[in-house]
């Protein structure tokens, strides 16, 4: 009898251990493979704020859309007008703002600032009428007026924040992506049909993520992308400002 209970206890032993013995995890192999490296991170975005003409707090680059920065003076105000014309195919996409800096830092317009920002509003005022085709051609049937920007700089307030510390009588133009960044830095500028074709460029690129990203989606298995809402819709068919020669 005690032999047989001697037995019993070896046997519960050795299940006791084997048990214990799946339980212990295998040591991983060990591995010669170097590290991922770890990209490092992007620098954070600075954003650029200025008081426009109409008194409102605009966000210069505005993440979600391709933003054009004029930057202008009173002796290149001709150029200035015929870029913003150059801008007009895009205006009222809503991927797509312009906005006018007028540096007036040295500028006898510092000594009537009112005076000033008012006929900025009424230049605004007449060239939102020209810009209701454009918009209701890109499917917009809002007021032009309310996404018509100009910023007055009597100060030096706006101009330095986007490196442009010193005044120039030359056209200039910063693009900005959707993502807030600078995309494209255009310090003299005689050839707007350059300008459009930038300009035009940085928005077909979203265009072009847009429409591969809903192609993709359009395959998966249960995709009902039938009306899709386009945050980025492809260009309208315009045609191009002549290349100067």
Not at 24 to 45: D, E, I, K, L
Not at 106 to 120: F, K, L, Y
Not at 189 to 216: F, G, H, P, T, Y
Request: net charge positive; with cysteine; glycine share 6%.
């Amino acid at each position: 009898m005690k032999r047989t209970n001697r037995l019993g206890l070896i046997l519960l032993a050795a299940l006791a251990f084997a048990d214990g013995a799946w339980a212990v995890s295998p040591t991983p192999a060990a591995t010669n493979a170097p590290p991922v490296p770890t990209p490092p991170p992007q620098p954070r975005v600075r954003k650029f704020r200025a008081l426009d003409a109409d008194n409102h707090n605009v966000l210069l680059n505005r993440p979600g859309v391709i933003t054009v920065i004029v930057g202008t003076s009173e002796d290149s105000q001709d150029a200035a007008r015929e870029a913003g014309k150059a801008m007009y195919p895009f205006q009222g996409r809503s991927d797509f703002q312009l906005i006018v800096v007028v540096d007036l830092r040295d500028s006898i317009a510092n000594w009537v600032p009112s005076v000033v920002t008012g006929r900025m509003r009424s230049s605004l005022d007449e060239e939102a009428i020209e810009l209701k085709p454009y918009f209701l051609k890109n499917g917009n049937k809002g007021n032009p007026r309310t996404q018509s920007f100009v910023v007055p700089d009597f100060t030096g307030a706006v101009c330095p924040q986007l490196g442009w510390t010193k005044t120039s009588d030359d056209l200039r133009a910063i693009i900005f992506g959707v993502d807030s960044r600078e995309v494209e830095r255009l310090d003299k500028i005689e050839d707007m049909s350059v300008l459009q074709e930038s300009v035009r460029k940085a928005i077909q690129a979203q265009v072009d993520i847009e429409q591969a990203k809903l192609a993709a989606a359009a395959k998966t298995p249960g995709s009902k992308l039938l009306h899709p809402v386009y945050q980025h819709p492809p260009l309208v068919p315009f045609t191009p400002i002549p290349k100067s020669k």
